[in-house]
């Protein structure tokens, strides 16, 4: 465990890639082969079942430090992470032993599982007993499944194929499909360059995604980017943006984060399977029913599941829609104009498309006031707006630098989303943030008044935000919420703050939900502003934010 | 019972005795626990320090206190009114003391702490508990996940770092605050991995450590030929405020990610979430109060009846001491909920203490007043 908590804080504190493949390398080289095992199956996204909730651990760990669970959860909201408290608040290890990763997961998390909880008490007290601080931190997070580690899964490949001394490729497709984090897994990873082709083996990488600038106003259009000729313009799908890979006669689909999907979509990867060879497609990954997208909520049910059922496969069926070819016959197209890549696209989708993979079409305009008539019916077709893409720009990489006023088109792709809604809301509940925030009031609940106007009736709460303060801002907001706590929630350190601050809400989307007792959901809630001229009677009302759900399930039932 | 010190607009008041401890407003009697800007300020009429708290009070202050100050020696008596003063060391920094007040008819005493740290840190006077009916504590650190290790672990920890940083030719620089926690670290590194190096704004509380005789290793001012020329050996100790700075990049060669090494020594460290935020590549905890167990087997030592608890974490400690059956009580302090608000007679460098800093970490870099 020693090993494995060095590692992990030595990749939580470093920022860059170069410092996390060094620390990957340093642990990989001398890890024993069936701790690697599981620390590459962690580090690439596994997790351990989930073998006692926070309550019985909470309860055992106030039992052992002989401190009250109040006093616990006081701490919590100090540190801001579970793990971390009851690795600090229990007392150091009477025995200490440097248990090893797979003891720790196999012989005791994995083992308890099936055992009642007198037997998964007594088997988590004797491991407090062994592991010291950090041990104990890292026990935590995977006995309560909650272990996460900012490393990609390429970096890992990066650090393996150094230490195993095979190329990056190899190392790749070795690690592609199911696997089992045993030793012989690890050693067969580690065996020697593999013989025979060209000795590189495949590569099944995805090019580095191009993205898109945000246009603020609508203004900046009009004034910098010249003719809509000279755009292609696009709807702004609320996907999953990925790339789809046919090489050597297999198929990989890379989610943006780097994620490899190809098993989660088998029905669209028989399509897929008939692109000729070299082909690299990106575009987005949908929900769709009827000929139109799905919200998002669908189609994350489906990512969820690693190998989906029958059932949820005609519940939700996923389509790709492709918006930019880079690789043609192995042939690297991304320094060619857009107008060719769109023009070889379609060409190759219409030989071998079909119902699951299409190409996403071109919205064909006259003018700019055309576009945004177009834009403005977003909502009503489940997508987020416009994208728009110079037909000279080349395919670059990540979001470039440069958004030159003078040279919009050199930045190539901007995405012109349809404007959130906005409503006025009272702050009304301050919690401490988490991590780098967690001791700082940063995370609010916004209310809305239930009377016919501002400042009548009660104020009822419809979004939850953190973001879109400046750090200033938030500084004074909790000095503002210390100031003026009227109570406290019970459990966690919620308070109750006198609600004088406005603040404009900007967000996504609306529906109805039960569950709520504003009657109202919100999606994407954040601060746009904080209202410091209003106050808090000038906050909008229920009734004003029920009639935007009203508009948005009239215009989409119409259109639908 | 009568209170001796209660809190007013002014800060802590003991109206019998006629004077303020640690007061943000100027008065015309200040009792000054230590040197920390939150603590001392320039302006009042008189001053009553410890005789090494007059070293560092003319040290940061200069001629706005020369003449002001009165010191006392650690446990010698001084009549106030209608109570007898004390002083008795804190070992939170150089000269830090706690208040023994004692009505000299009735014979109630009480004590206030101000900041304190039972660990020895070598370089100020030990803490000694003293007996009395009503002790006021400060809780900066009165949660129980704060736990502090020995300091010899901790300055293991901290060399050990700096050698590997050295054998990889990159410069170390630590983030502490210059009165206390500087020279307290400058005494724990080990001189034999190369040469130790401050940045200016730590010199004048250094050199009164050195005046009130405590040995410290040779430090010099970190200039850009300084550091260059110890080709990435060099320790640099900074205000926070100083480490993510042009003044820190400009120091070391060609690439300022690659060539310096950056930490922080601080109790705040103790928590990953504030190292995270900070940006740093590590923090040591290492503080100048009291941690959890420090504060309650003080508590215990003093045999108070009553507990006031100021400074921190007041409301957990309150709870739980009266959980165990104890009097306890929060005495409130401008602190609570003004956070950042240090101004006043601060001499304008860097400077300041654990009390700010959990606010200042947000800031990243100007996170000191």
Not at chain 1, 337 to 342: A, K, S, T
Not at chain 2, 172 to 188: E, F, H, N, W
Not at chain 2, 295 to 316: D, L, N
């Amino acid at each position: 465990m020693k090993r494995f908590a060095q590692l992990f804080e030595e990749l939580d504190a470093s920022s860059g890639t170069a410092d996390k493949v060094a620390a990957l390398v340093r642990y990989f080289s001398s890890a024993p082969a069936e701790d690697a095992a599981w620390a590459l199956a962690l580090l690439t996204g596994r997790r351990v079942k989930r073998a006692v909730n926070y309550t019985q651990l909470y309860a055992w760990a106030a039992e052992t430090s002989g401190y009250p669970e109040w006093l616990i959860g006081e701490s919590h909201g100090a540190v801001g992470d579970f793990s971390e408290v009851l690795s600090l608040i229990l007392p150091p290890p009477t025995a200490p032993a440097d248990l090893s990763l797979r003891e720790v997961i196999q012989g005791r998390i994995v083992s308890m599982a099936r055992h009642e909880e007198t037997h998964k008490k007594a088997m988590v007290l004797k491991t407090w007993d062994q592991l010291d601080q950090r041990g104990k931190f890292i026990f935590h997070k995977l006995i309560s499944a909650t272990f996460r580690v900012g490393v990609s899964r390429l970096l890992a490949v990066r650090a393996l194929s150094q230490v195993a001394g095979v190329a990056q490729e190899e190392m790749d497709h070795r690690l592609m499909g199911e696997w089992s984090p045993t030793a012989e897994f690890y050693r067969s990873l580690m065996r020697p360059p593999d013989e025979g082709g060209d000795g590189r083996g495949v590569n099944w990488n995805p090019y580095p995604f191009f993205l898109a600038h945000q246009l603020e106003d609508t203004a900046f259009i009009g004034e910098n980017l010249g003719p809509v000729a000279q755009w292609q313009a696009e709807w702004k799908w609320d996907g999953i943006r990925g790339q789809l890979i046919k090489r050597a006669g297999r198929v990989a689909l890379w989610s943006r984060g780097e994620e490899l999907l190809t098993e989660r979509f088998p029905d669209l990867l028989e399509t897929a399977d008939r692109l000729p060879d070299g082909t690299v497609l990106d575009g987005e990954l949908l929900a769709w029913e009827n000929g139109r997208p799905l919200p998002f909520a669908d189609l994350q049910h489906r990512i969820n599941k690693r190998q989906p059922t029958g059932l949820l496969f005609a519940d939700v069926p996923v389509i790709f829609r492709a918006y930019d070819q880079l690789e043609e016959r192995g042939e690297d197209l991304r320094a060619r104009p857009l107008r060719e890549r769109r023009a070889i696209l379609e060409g190759v989708v219409r030989r071998f498309g079909g119902p699951l993979l299409q190409v996403s079409e071109v919205l064909e305009v006259a003018s700019w006031e055309a576009l945004a008539e177009l834009r403005s019916g977003s909502r009503d077709r489940n997508v987020e707006g416009i994208m728009l893409k110079h037909l000279d720009s080349a395919y670059g990489v990540g979001r470039t630098k440069t958004t030159l006023i003078d040279s919009p088109q050199r930045a190539g792709w901007w995405k012109w989303k349809v404007d959130p809604y906005l409503v006025d809301c009272v702050l009304t509940v301050a919690q401490r943030g988490s991590g780098r925030r967690a001791s700082l009031f940063t995370d609010y609940t916004f209310a809305v008044w239930t009377g016919p106007q501002g400042g009548e009736g009660e104020l009822v709460p419809i979004a939850k935000a953190y973001s879109g303060l400046t750090d200033q801002e938030i500084l004074k907001v909790d000095a503002f919420v210390r100031e003026h706590t009227t109570g406290r929630l019970q459990g966690g350190g919620g308070r109750l703050v006198e609600p004088r601050l406005v603040f404009e809400i900007a967000f996504e989307g609306i529906a109805a939900s039960p569950r709520h007792k504003s009657g109202v959901a919100t999606r994407f809630p954040r601060m746009k502003r904080w209202r410091t001229d209003k106050k808090s009677e000038e906050a909008d009302t229920l009734g004003f934010v029920k009639g935007l759900l009203a508009q948005h399930v009239r215009s989409s039932g119409v259109k639908g | 019972m009568v209170a001796l010190v209660r809190t007013t607009d002014r800060g802590l008041f003991c109206e019998a005795g006629g004077f303020y401890i640690d007061p943000w407003k100027a008065v015309s009697r200040a009792v000054i626990t230590h040197g920390h800007t939150d603590h001392a300020r320039w302006g009042h009429k008189r001053y009553l320090s410890s005789p090494t708290g007059a070293v560092v009070l003319n040290a940061r202050f200069g001629r706005q206190v020369e003449g002001l100050i009165d010191a006392l020696p650690y446990g010698e008596r001084q009549r106030f009114g209608d109570v007898v003063v004390s002083l008795h060391p804190a070992g939170h920094v150089l000269g830090s003391a706690q208040v023994r007040v004692e009505h000299a008819s009735s014979g109630e005493t009480w004590v206030v702490s101000g900041d304190y740290k039972t660990q020895d840190d070598g370089v100020s006077e030990p803490f000694e508990p003293v007996r009395c009916h009503t002790f006021i504590t400060e809780s900066t650190f009165g949660l129980p996940v704060y736990a502090w290790r020995p300091q010899a672990e901790v300055m293991a920890k901290m060399n050990a770092w700096w050698r590997a940083n050295a054998d990889a030719g990159r410069t170390s620089m630590v983030a502490c605050y210059a009165l206390g926690k500087a020279q307290r670290i400058m005494a724990g590194l080990d001189p034999t991995i190369g040469p130790i190096l401050m940045h200016g704004a730590l010199a004048r509380c250094t050199a009164a450590y050195r005046e009130a005789g405590v040995k410290l290793p040779g430090v010099a001012v970190a200039t850009q030929e300084s550091v260059r020329a110890a080709s990435g050996r060099a320790m640099v100790l900074a205000p926070p405020s100083a480490v993510r700075s042009p003044w820190a990049f400009n120091l070391v060669k060609r690439n300022a990610v690659k060539d310096l090494a950056t930490a922080m020594a601080s109790g705040w460290m103790q928590i990953r979430g504030a190292r995270r935020r900070r940006s740093l590549d590590t923090g040591f905890a290492l503080s100048d109060h009291a941690d959890w167990h420090g504060i309650m087997s003080s508590i215990e030592a003093t045999g108070a009846e009553s507990i006031g608890v100021t400074h921190g974490a007041i409301g957990p400690v309150v709870r739980f001491l009266n959980e165990k059956g104890k009097h306890a009580f929060a005495v409130p302090t401008r602190w609570e909920g003004e956070a950042g608000a240090e101004e006043g007679g601060g001499t304008g460098e860097a400077d300041g203490d654990d009390h700010q800093e959990e606010q200042g970490l947000l800031l990243g870099e100007g996170g000191d007043a």
